[in-house]
């Protein structure tokens, strides 16, 4: 990425963009446009909203957790009919409680239902695939808007199969790279709708993307050097093989896991099926303050454990467990919890570390080709 940046609109650009395009494809498992933002994954919500939508549109989102709420703030700005549902935010959501929204919806007003695939604020993730089939069962017209911000890259994700319509991510989370880039995968039906939205949108309109990346170009200057990155995550996840890079996510999340629950501790989600496998959330017994625990680890061992978000605050810490992550870097954030949990005079039991290596080693979890 510290290359020198070249002609976003010479041949090199092009042959480059071409081929991230087409193979940012393969990463969202769509056989449809991807589009590449110079933003934050917020953009990509943005871009999503106004390509879509048209003022007065109503909005389902249910209130997952941090994430879901600051999308359902994005949609309100733009004077969408915004229902924000309460939801158990320690559970997936499930397709039975969208459907039951949307028959209860008399005048057909929702246009657009917003979910996040996995909530990186309370580490839980739901069942996509499960909404689209009963999306595309019930006929209903609204469009499936997903956040795969956090998922994509470390969970199975299908945007074709699973019948989304649009899909939102950032670079800075299973993709590996610095922040900067948001993606967004379109489909048929997306790209329909979009023809008649009426909400104003400039730089994210994606009539423009579309026009300019056919040619392997794009209507303003790309974020050039992160394509370099890009270019070169995309060669990391081929090399390892995406089933391979799930399975590791899957792999060292259970591993974080069997931590949690050796320290006595509890993880926020209810269901360890619907616990994340990018993120591990870690609930503090009463009294104790998350980020207090936190400020030790940093200043003894200089390393960052994710804050708690919006009404989590100083209840919970997050493991993060994404992106260029593996066995001894799981093993060493672990020692390093432990650790903070002994000096912040948590009562746990200390034998995570040794829980979360015993699961490594049974059934031969540690893949000896691992690098
Ligand atoms: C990180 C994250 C976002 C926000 O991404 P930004 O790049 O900070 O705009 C949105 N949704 C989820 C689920 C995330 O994890």
């Known amino acids: 990425m510290s290359r020198p940046t070249i002609d976003h609109r010479g041949p090199e650009f092009q042959a480059m963009a071409h081929r991230l395009l087409e193979e940012m494809k393969l990463v969202f498992r769509t056989e449809h446009p991807v589009l590449i933002y110079p933003s934050s994954a917020t953009g990509a919500w943005e871009a999503a909203i106004t390509n879509l939508l048209s003022p007065g549109d109503g909005v389902l989102v249910f209130n997952q957790g941090f994430f879901s709420e600051r999308w359902a703030e994005v949609a309100e700005r733009f004077g969408l009919q915004v229902q924000l549902k309460p939801w158990d935010s320690r559970r997936g959501l499930t397709a039975d409680a969208v459907m039951e929204a949307l028959h209860s919806d008399q005048g057909h007003n929702v246009k657009a239902v917003l979910v996040v695939h996995n909530e990186t604020s309370t580490g839980v993730t739901s069942d996509i695939a499960a909404i689209g089939d009963a999306l595309r069962a019930s006929k209903n017209s609204a469009l499936l808007m997903v956040d795969a911000v956090s998922s994509l890259g470390a969970t199975d994700f299908r945007h074709d199969e699973w019948g989304v319509n649009v899909t939102v991510t950032g670079s800075q989370k299973g993709l590996m790279l610095p922040p900067g880039l948001s993606f967004v995968a379109l489909s048929p039906k997306a790209l329909t709708a979009s023809e008649s939205a009426e909400l104003p949108n400039s730089y994210w309109r994606w009539q423009d993307h579309l026009e300019f990346n056919e040619k392997g170009f794009f209507p303003y200057t790309p974020a050039t050097n992160l394509f370099f990155g890009l270019d070169e995550a995309l060669s990391m996840l081929r090399e390892e093989g995406f089933p391979e890079v799930l399975e590791r996510h899957a792999r060292l999340a259970g591993a974080a896991r069997a931590a949690v629950s050796a320290w006595g501790l509890e993880s926020y989600p209810l269901d360890p099926a619907e616990s994340s496998d990018?993120?591990?959330?870690?609930?503090?017994?009463?009294?104790?303050?998350?980020?207090?625990?936190?400020?030790?680890?940093?200043?003894?061992?200089?390393?960052?454990?994710?804050?708690?978000?919006?009404?989590?605050?100083?209840?919970?810490?997050?493991?993060?467990?994404?992106?260029?992550?593996?066995?001894?870097?799981?093993?060493?954030?672990?020692?390093?919890?432990?650790?903070?949990?002994?000096s912040a005079g948590v009562p746990v039991n200390t034998e995570g570390v040794s829980a979360a290596m015993a699961f490594l080693l049974s059934e031969n979890k540690v893949d000896e080709l691992e690098s």
């Open 278 to 342: 990018a993120l591990t959330t870690v609930m503090m017994p009463d009294g104790v303050d998350a980020d207090e625990v936190r400020r030790i680890v940093l200043e003894r061992f200089d390393m960052s454990l994710g804050t708690g978000l919006g009404m989590l605050k100083g209840r919970i810490f997050r493991i993060g467990h994404l992106g260029d992550f593996n066995t001894l870097s799981l093993m060493g954030t672990l020692a390093g919890v432990e650790m903070g949990l002994v």
